[in-house]
């Protein structure tokens, strides 16, 4: 563990990529697909983009820092929130100045721009609170506990560049599983990061969700890759939500890992038009009994279906079927 000679924050720091938006040769712009990065696994996968010829990836940003203890304490002056995006194969650095949102000064925003050029393989974002502490500038008060991956080739954003899902038989494997044996898949919450497990017993699952097969069932295996990541979602909110620390006042905190970046990406489709610390609150009081918790639960399937894109999936599935059943006609 490190010591530091001057006082550094005790709360935590959490930042998460909102939005990326990729520059072409022609000085065009587009949005890079939301499936393209992942709160959980904290990576942008820029592989996952439309257009190849693409030059710059500029990222939105969102990090929350402990305002509070900030102001209680009073140990730092010219408070300043920085990204930083750097890659060791390249030596390439950026740094971007983030700028206070709101009145309770717990979110900072801004983007930070990313030259392909400068790049090979992947890049890590992580986000530091600078300030002056008993007179020096620019010390390090608090970071980003895990850093984000900015990965260059990726299809998919996960850290561990291998998809989180196992395939196994609910009849015949570990005794939990097997109460689940009807079940096409499940989302296992219980270890550091949330897996899927699909179920072997389900003849032909496995090649559906693998893209294998006829044209059919490779749009059939499209929409159930989206109705799985839904359901993901749903998942790790209900993990996120159910494991918060409470302050004394009553007040709930945003979990430092995945679970806070998840509840900061689901709150505002839950609870339209709050912030998010007044979101979390009305969640938390709803599931805790001072509210109708079986209310909400129509606006949590609705934030799950965006993120992983139902609608979209689903349209084009019909879209698809439907060229599919013209071109047996023709």
């Not at 991956?149 to 899902?165: F, G």
């Not at 209900?238 to 979990?255: K, M, R, S, V």
């Amino acid at each position: 563990m490190r010591v530091y000679p001057y006082p550094r924050l005790t709360g935590a720091v959490t930042a998460r990529v909102t939005a990326v938006r990729l520059r072409g040769p022609d000085d065009t712009r587009e949005y890079l697909d939301s499936r393209g990065y992942s709160v959980v696994e904290q990576v942008v996968a820029l592989g996952t983009a439309e257009r190849a010829d693409w030059r710059t990836a500029r990222l939105a940003l969102t990090a929350t820092v402990p305002a509070r203890e900030i102001e209680t304490k009073g140990h730092w002056s010219d408070i300043a929130v920085v990204a930083v995006l750097t890659e060791g194969a390249t030596n390439a650095r950026t740094v971007s100045r983030l700028t206070p949102g709101g009145e309770s000064g717990r979110e900072w925003t801004g983007e930070i721009e990313l030259d392909r050029d400068d790049h090979l393989d992947r890049a890590s974002l992580s986000v530091h609170v600078v300030a002056t502490v008993g007179g020096v500038e620019g010390r390090i008060i608090a970071s980003t506990d895990q850093e984000w991956l900015i990965d260059m080739t990726a299809d998919a954003p996960l850290r561990d560049r291998q998809l989180d899902v196992s395939t196994v038989s609910f009849a015949r494997g570990a005794e939990w599983l097997r109460s689940f044996r009807d079940a096409p898949w499940i989302v296992d919450t219980a270890g550091r990061m949330p897996t899927v497990r699909l179920n072997s017993d389900f003849e032909g699952l496995v090649a559906l969700v693998a893209g294998q097969g006829s044209k059919v069932e490779s749009v059939v295996g499209e929409m159930l890759l989206a109705q799985m990541c839904a359901d993901v979602w749903t998942a790790v909110f209900h993990t996120a939500i159910g494991d918060l620390e409470i302050e004394d006042d009553g007040t709930p905190l945003f979990p430092p890992d995945w679970r806070g970046a998840v509840l900061r990406e689901m709150l505002p489709d839950i609870v339209p038009g709050r912030s998010a610390e007044d979101a979390l609150r009305e969640v938390h009081i709803r599931r805790t009994g001072e509210g109708s918790w079986a209310e909400l639960q129509p606006r949590i399937q609705y934030a799950a279906a965006r993120r992983a894109e139902v609608p979209k999936a689903l349209a084009g599935t019909v879209r698809d079927i439907e060229r599919l059943d013209q071109e047996t006609h023709a």
